[in-house]
């Protein structure tokens, strides 16, 4: 199972963005569901296990995130 969430956050508050990503990172763990999440957030990105960088459409990079 995949979820994608495009910017998930962008548009809610510090304290409810991060119940959101919370949340997603539950689902990932204990139903084992592949989370794409993408953002222009980069604090939101660091949090992530793997992040891919894209630029005009193609990717550009990959680096590892902190993930939580």
């Known amino acids: 199972e995949i979820i994608l969430a495009d910017e998930p956050t962008?548009?809610?508050d510090t304290r409810t963005g991060s119940q959101v990503i919370k949340l997603l990172?539950?689902?990932n763990r204990k139903k084992n569901t592949t989370v794409i999440v993408v953002t222009h957030d980069k604090d939101?990105?660091?949090q992530a296990d793997r992040i891919i960088l894209?630029?005009?459409g193609k990717v550009v990079g990959e680096r590892k995130g902190r993930g939580r």
């Open 54 to 56: 894209l630029k005009d």
């Open 25 to 27: 990172r539950e689902i």
């Open 44 to 46: 939101l990105a660091l």
């Open 10 to 12: 962008g548009n809610l």
